[in-house]
């Protein structure tokens, strides 16, 4: 059974960082293509950033620079350091994956790429 378990997020004052850890189980991240997204409240889910190992790695303009994306394929976990944090970042933070098989022609910064979700973490930015 795929899982995705989101971990790191929490309380932090603008300007300061965060480390997100999605726990992969059921599959290995080798052979799927891992992004985070966000959701703000009466917002839309946002494409931040995406990992694959056929694809690379690539960013929303609205995060590059200040947010990474990595990968340990010994713990099978993604992770998202979220540096120089804004009040605008807060939101509920969620990875997803989709076999790379299947991502061919996908963009991977949009929901409708990724077939597994995992619960969500709560970052909160204060000013």
């Known amino acids: 059974e795929v899982q995705l378990v989101e971990s790191g997020g929490g309380l932090v004052q603008a300007g300061g960082s965060l480390r997100l850890s999605c726990a992969a189980s059921?599959?290995?991240?080798?052979?799927?293509?891992i992004g985070w997204f966000r959701q703000a409240p009466g917002k839309e889910r946002e494409g931040l950033a995406y990992?694959?190992?056929?694809?690379?790695?690539d960013y929303a303009d609205s995060v590059k620079g200040r947010f990474t994306i990595s990968s340990n394929n010994a713990k099978n976990t993604v992770y998202l350091q979220m540096n120089s944090l804004k009040p605008e970042d807060t939101a509920v933070y969620y990875c997803?994956?989709?076999?790379?098989?299947?991502?061919?022609?996908?963009?991977?910064?949009?929901?409708?790429?990724?077939?597994?979700w995992g619960q969500g973490t709560q970052v909160t930015v204060s000013s």
């Open positions: 997803a994956a989709d076999p790379i098989v299947s991502t061919i022609f996908k963009a991977l910064l949009f929901e409708d790429d990724y077939a597994y």
């Open positions: 059921g599959f290995s991240i080798d052979d799927y293509a």
């Open positions: 990992i694959s190992s056929r694809d690379g790695s």
